[in-house]
């Protein structure tokens, strides 16, 4: 943090008032120690309620749902996971603010999906084919959720 500072303050110096710094991070991180770790994998009762395969990352994924979908995946979430992670619609999301404030884009809209799986904690999940091979669960620690270090984003403007 020392030497960041003293980099900032002689990049604060060459510009003057020339300009101005802004400096943010991506949010933090949470273990993902071997009882966090969650597989999705295909099956009749996910894939029939779904029209492609879910995206996003280890703590948050989205679902684009066929009609009548969102009660089969709420109770395959529930039968599987428990209260590990909060399913909400995008329109739900977008409603308490998730996004920041304002309306999603149509293009970001079609991104989202229709539902999401969020991380109440630290569980994570992978979606894999059958026959895939992990990637994600390797790491020793993964971001997204709803925890607090993962809301806030610092942000320091010179």
């Known amino acids: 943090m020392a030497e960041l500072d003293r980099e900032l303050e002689r990049l604060a110096a060459s510009i003057d008032d020339r300009g101005r710094?802004?400096?943010t991070a991506d949010h933090g991180f949470l273990?993902?120690?071997q009882p966090m770790r969650n597989h999705l994998r295909p099956s009749g009762d996910l894939m029939s309620a779904v029209s492609s395969a879910p995206s996003g990352d280890a703590r948050v994924l989205y679902f684009h749902l066929?009609?009548?979908g969102e009660a089969r995946v709420r109770e395959y979430f529930r039968r599987?996971?428990?209260a590990r992670f909060l399913l909400i619609t995008t329109d739900e999301a977008e409603r308490k603010g998730l996004f920041g404030p304002g309306a999603l884009?149509?293009?970001a809209r079609s991104r989202l999906g229709d539902l999401m799986a969020i991380s109440y904690g630290a569980h994570m999940?992978?979606?894999r084919m059958?026959?895939?091979?992990g990637r994600i669960m390797a790491q020793a620690s993964h971001h997204s959720g709803?925890?607090?270090?993962?809301m806030r984003v610092p942000l320091i403007l010179a």
Do not use: F, H, K, Q
């Open 31 to 33: 273990d993902a120690g």
């Open 125 to 127: 999940i992978e979606y």
């Open 80 to 82: 599987r996971y428990g």
């Open 146 to 150: 709803l925890t607090p270090s993962e």
């Open 105 to 107: 884009s149509p293009r």
């Open 130 to 133: 059958a026959w895939g091979i």
């Open 21 to 23: 710094i802004v400096v």
């Open 66 to 68: 066929r009609d009548g």
